[in-house]
């Protein structure tokens, strides 16, 4: 039996908690009372990347399987699953179905698979079905899941400490199914000893786009589009030559095995989608050139980089797309699954877009904006069980400035916070989505933290959605805010707009403020809806001003004022304001 954190199981038990458990994890513990949202666009339109996705949640499926939580005690399975419910299937001939709201010919599944008892990877299929016609194996594996032991975890079941459950798996389909379909996945007969169902995203993909006008193939300079051979010198070739012939390379569909990095600069790399142009393997990854000379007018798009990386290294380079790309790169309409980091782009380097991605299963961050960037933006983006801050930009030494995140989502980072900003200037973090955070951080984030330049200038969050957002911090033993600000190296003065912002139940405070002095922040519009904590946590000497605050649904008191900080009321709060702070 693998405990949820030192001493953490004992004190549940002891508050009367009951924890279910299969095998070596913990499924749920006592049910949340809390409000399940959804994610569906009633509730969340105007904010977050528009993907032509429809996802259904598993728990609002037809299924005899079993229900798991809702939880949101770490290292519970039930904590990381979307919505913090999921489907367990744990008998033979299990299934969960969905009947389908428009045609689609691919699916991915978001599910979890124990390792074996003995901690060893486990391999099996979900069998996927259109009534009682088997339409394909959809093969899961344990292999990128489940991490034990303390940060930055290890796949070593004897750590204990079991997290980080799911994974995904997507597949293709030969024929496209109409509306109307109803779809089964089914748990084959095989040895592992369960697995969950978290959602299932249906699309319909379009047919593979064809070679661009005078591209340079990478088949003609040996690339094994089989996945047989290692293809990472045939596409240095390529990509060389048409750099030098001012010419596209052309990808097209097939499996190509790139087992380490590969150097991209001024040349444009095209496949015929995210679902046909797969590049695989170990190490697999499209690299910038290093900084102080970065590569220029890069431009990747319509394929996928799919890793093999299945635990954390802090100390190797295994970004699906890295370096330096600035002078007007641009990367969009790319899939990217286990690798550490999404996308680790290391500055100084000026001017970057990057448009609907997809980026999930990763180890560490989902995309990180590295020390000295400017003029990037990043936008209508997917990012899901990623192993750190969904999106990140960490101003480490040089201060990275005139950035805009805007419209992007993510759901259910492992560790740490949907988007944070480690120190920098003129950035807004606009319009995005973000829900279901599980352990040491918020939803949205700045932080002096981490050697960052401190926060300067302009920094807005406007427009943006927080949902089941915040988290129990072990190391700093307090909870953490749907949105937090943490003045913990210096005390952070700026001109901080947090404006227009929607928190849906939270699970503590809706808004911390922490550390050293915090001044220059002014809210204008907030709303709450539901928080296991206070509408704000003060925590922190400062100031800020507050306007059109409407909350409902907190744990008294309405401020929790734990330092000397000023708070200055403007205009109605429905019925908040500073004679509803109290004391901590």
Request: charged letters at 20%; glycine letters at 12%.
């Amino acid at each position: 039996m693998i405990p949820l954190r030192s001493g953490t199981l004992s004190r549940l038990l002891a508050a009367g908690l009951t924890v279910a458990w299969l095998g070596n994890v913990a499924l749920s513990g006592q049910p949340s009372a809390a409000t399940v949202v959804a994610l569906d666009p009633g509730v969340t339109a105007g904010v977050g990347a528009p993907l032509d996705v429809a996802e259904y949640e598993a728990e609002n499926g037809v299924t005899n399987g079993r229900m798991v939580g809702p939880d949101r005690t770490f290292a519970t399975l039930a904590s990381e699953a979307s919505g913090r419910r999921a489907v367990l299937l744990d008998g033979q001939g299990d299934y969960v179905e969905f009947t389908l709201s428009a045609p689609a010919n691919a699916l991915t599944v978001r599910y979890a698979l124990p390792d074996s008892a003995e901690g060893k990877p486990v391999d099996a299929t979900l069998g996927v079905y259109v009534q009682s016609r088997r339409l394909a194996d959809l093969a899961v594996t344990s292999r990128y899941c489940c991490y034990y032991g303390h940060y930055p975890f290890t796949k070593h079941v004897v750590d204990g400490k079991g997290h980080h459950f799911f994974d995904h798996a997507r597949i293709l389909l030969d024929e496209v199914l109409p509306a109307g379909t109803v779809v089964r996945l089914a748990r084959d007969a095989r040895p592992q000893a369960w697995m969950a169902i978290d959602l299932i995203d249906f699309e319909r993909v379009p047919a593979p786009l064809r070679r661009p006008s005078r591209a340079l193939s990478v088949v003609d300079f040996g690339a094994d589009p089989f996945g047989k051979s290692d293809s990472k010198e045939a596409f240095a070739k390529a990509i060389a030559a048409a750099s030098a012939s001012r010419r596209p390379v052309w990808i097209p569909p097939g499996h190509f095995r790139l087992d380490g990095h590969v150097q991209v600069d001024r040349v444009d790399i095209a496949g015929a989608g995210p679902w046909y142009s797969v590049l695989q393997g170990d190490g697999v990854g499209l690299y910038g050139r290093d900084a102080p000379n970065p590569s220029q007018a890069v431009d990747i798009h319509d394929l996928a980089i799919i890793g093999q990386v299945n635990e954390r290294d802090d100390h190797k380079a295994l970004a699906g797309i890295g370096g330096a790309l600035g002078g007007g790169s641009r990367i969009h309409d790319v899939f990217i699954q286990h690798v550490k980091v999404g996308l680790w782009l290391d500055g100084p380097f000026d001017g970057l877009n990057v448009r609907h991605i997809r980026v999930l299963d990763t180890t560490a961050d989902g995309l990180n904006l590295h020390r000295g960037i400017s003029h990037v933006i990043v936008e209508e983006s997917f990012f899901r069980n990623n192993g750190d801050d969904g999106i990140a930009s960490w101003a480490e030494n040089l201060a990275n400035h005139d950035i805009i995140i805007r419209h992007n989502t993510v759901v259910a980072p492992i560790l740490a916070n949907g988007v944070a900003i480690y120190g920098g200037h003129d950035i807004a973090v606009n319009d995005n989505l973000i829900a279901d955070t599980l352990t040491e951080g918020g939803g949205l984030h700045l932080g002096n933290r981490f050697g960052a330049v401190p926060l300067s200038g302009k920094i807005s969050l406007k427009g943006n959605m927080v949902v089941r957002g915040g988290s129990i911090d072990p190391r700093l033993q307090m909870g953490i805010g749907a949105v937090w600000l943490f003045a913990l190296d210096v005390p952070i003065k700026a001109q901080i707009e947090l404006r227009n912002t929607t928190l849906l139940d939270s699970s503590h405070e809706a808004v911390l403020l922490f550390g050293r002095r915090i001044d220059g922040l002014a809210v204008n519009g907030l709303r709450i809806d539901r928080a296991g904590g206070s509408v704000i946590e003060l925590r922190a000497d400062g100031s800020a001003t507050l306007s059109g605050v409407r909350a409902t649904g907190f744990v008294e008191p309405a401020v929790r004022q734990c330092s000397d900080f000023q708070l200055e009321w403007k205009g109605s709060h429905n019925g908040l304001s500073s004679s509803s702070a109290q004391g901590c």
